[in-house]
């Protein structure tokens, strides 16, 4: 079952984020398996909240292996995502 994932952490500015997507590059991880789509949201604290969808749970956690440790590095405020089933998806 395709979920949605919704992540608000603390202190990840636009700086942080792309320095994140190039070490996820670097490592392989650009077009993580599973992951179905990927957005970078602006908020209003000017930090980067992300949303993905993902084919499965799974799938999300075995890129949180990747993704922890390079956001952790980056000295992001690493807080529990929103995991949601996705019930509907309409494209366009």
Sequence with gaps: MAIGA?????????????????QLAEA???A???RIHHFALSSDSGNV???DIWESPEALDA???VL???LGGLGVELLPPTITPVYNSIQG
């Design 32 to 34: 993580p398996a599973g």
């Design 68 to 70: 922890m440790p390079i």
């Design 49 to 51: 909240e992300v949303f």
């Design 6 to 22: 919704h992540f608000v952490h603390g202190n990840f500015p636009p700086a942080s984020y792309e320095k994140a997507i190039a």
């Design 28 to 30: 392989g991880f650009a």
């Design 63 to 65: 890129f949180g292996v």
